[in-house]
């Protein structure tokens, strides 16, 4: 069964340090999520991309996040420099399309110390 | 913004008990989603509804999407250790862009 590939499965930092995670989505799926989940909460939308373009990055604290899907396919959410409340689980979703089931990646849990 | 507001946040049952949840939002919702997340994994969707009223199943899992489409339930039946794990609702946003808001989440434990 096809999966949300999602690299790497746990990392830990220090603060003002640069990381990267990168999520490989479900062959053919069109719409890629990036999620983050702060310890006992839902999952928080921070950007939404249809095939290369962003349609939806309205909750990423653009001033040190950022997001890219060059070719559409695989994607990259980088930080710098990390905080200590960036500590959390980040989740990749994709989906069909945009009205579609969204697959769920394992999540990267990030430390920053 | 739109909250999702889950109860309770947390059930110690025994295996072969029922489980009753709901999710209440403070403004409308067109599609509700219930979701289970199993520890290190992202969350797997488990129910979806979309017409008010709706009652759907999927095995010993039941959903119902609330009249006034303010509010949804998950009851699961004669609980087993699997059912372990945390279970979100979820909806998208009415203002058609599609972006999920996810509930609080209720906590299922088994004990032995």
């Known amino acids: 069964e096809a999966e949300v590939a999602q690299s790497p499965r746990y990392k830990i930092t220090e603060k003002s340090q640069a990381v990267a995670f990168w999520c490989d989505p479900i062959s053919g799926h069109a719409t890629l999520y990036w999620y983050r989940q702060i310890l006992g909460q839902g999952p928080e939308l921070l950007v939404q991309f249809q095939d290369e373009s962003v349609v939806d990055d309205s909750q990423l604290p653009k001033d040190r996040f950022s997001a890219e899907r060059l070719k559409g396919v695989d994607s990259t959410l980088k930080i710098q420099p990390a905080k200590l409340e960036d500590s959390a689980v980040y989740l990749c979703?994709?989906?069909?399309?945009?009205?579609?089931?969204?697959?769920f990646g394992p999540g990267t849990r990030l430390t920053v110390l | 913004g739109q909250q999702l507001n889950q109860s309770p946040q947390s059930m110690f049952i025994q295996e072969g008990e029922d489980v009753s949840m709901n999710c209440t939002s403070s403004?409308?919702?067109?599609?509700w989603l219930w979701y289970k997340q199993d520890p290190g994994e992202g969350p797997v969707l488990l129910i979806a509804?979309?017409?008010?009223?709706e009652l759907t199943s999927n095995g010993r899992l039941t959903a119902q999407f609330g009249i006034t489409r303010k509010d949804s339930f998950l009851n699961i039946s004669a609980s087993i250790p699997s059912d372990v794990g945390i279970y979100f609702c979820?909806?998208?946003?009415?203002?058609?862009?599609?972006?999920?808001?996810f509930g609080t989440g209720t906590r299922l434990t088994i004990i032995p």
């Open positions: 979703a994709s989906s069909l399309a945009v009205e579609d089931t969204q697959y």
């Open positions: 509804l979309y017409k008010a009223g």
């Open positions: 979820a909806g998208p946003s009415f203002f058609g862009n599609e972006k999920l808001t």
């Open positions: 403004s409308i919702f067109n599609t």
